[in-house]
T-cell receptor
Framework: EAQVTQNPRYLITVTGKKLTVTCSQNMNHEYMSWYRQDPGLGLRQIYYSMNVEVTDKGDVPEGYKVSRKEKRNFPLILESPSPNQTSLYFC??????????????FGNGTRLTVT | GDSVTQMEGPVTLSEEAFLTINCTYTATGYPSLFWYVQYPGEGLQLLLKATKADDKGSNKGFEATYRKETTSFHLEKGSVQVSDSAVYFCALRGGFKTIFGAGTRLFVKA
């Protein structure tokens, strides 16, 4: 089954404790992206990757890191989480970068709480 | 820059009522337009799309027409069901970047 898999689904942590949220897709997609969803703000892009070893900042990259060492994986790293990073996070992927026909495929989300 | 504006919710309807969720956009060039739906506890999934002016996207009884002259992509359904209760996001894609509206929550009462 074609899917984007994120783990964990829920995570509660404390300020300053490094964490990683994993994302994997099995559709051989070139493009992957991380979003955060906050009430009233919709989805805001954190980082994206157009292919292996190619990553770039989105609209709200501060406090986050990513890597793309393999095509299927795109982990999101919070080196020193803070309470303002409490949010619902989504990983997404897409094929055919320049083709506007290609929709995003989303994971089921990771709800992060930083105390 | 590019942006998407959609009507604020929540929208509450009775079963079998007509639904409209307004969406307007600003963009340079000719973006593709999408509606995504998010059911409780899940990620977003594509509902429908339109890639050029006057195209109509449709799926599961939902429809939206790409109106370049009014820069709009309003979502409609003739008769909603309780199972349509979800959050709906309008989005545009120009090149590789997708920009989302804030989302509209729909409640459908039996």
């Amino acid at each position: 089954e074609a899917q984007v898999t994120q783990n964990p689904r829920y995570l509660i942590t404390v300020t300053g404790k490094k964490l990683t949220v994993t994302c994997s897709q099995n559709m051989n997609h070139e493009y992957m992206s991380w979003y955060r969803q906050d009430p009233g703000l919709g989805l805001r892009q954190i980082y994206y990757s157009m292919n292996v070893e190619v990553t770039d900042k989105g609209d709200v990259p501060e406090g986050y890191k990513v890597s793309r060492k393999e095509k299927r994986n795109f982990p999101l790293i919070l080196e020193s989480p803070s309470p303002n990073q409490t949010s619902l996070y989504f990983c997404a992927s897409s094929s055919r970068l320049r083709d506007g026909n290609s929709p995003l495929h989303f994971g089921n989300g990771t709800r992060l709480t930083v105390t | 820059g590019d942006s998407v504006t959609q009507m604020e919710g929540p929208v509450t309807l009775s079963e079998e009522a007509f639904l409209t969720i307004n969406c307007t956009y600003t963009a340079t060039g000719y973006p593709s337009l999408f509606w995504y739906v998010q059911y409780p506890g899940e990620g977003l999934q594509l509902l429908l799309k339109a890639t050029k002016a006057d195209d109509k996207g449709s799926n599961k009884g939902f429809e939206a027409t790409y109106r370049k002259e009014t820069t709009s992509f309003h979502l409609e359904k003739g008769s909603v069901q309780v199972s349509d209760s979800a959050v709906y996001f309008c989005a545009l894609r120009g090149g590789f970047k997708t920009i989302f509206g804030a989302g509209t929550r729909l409640f459908v009462k039996a």
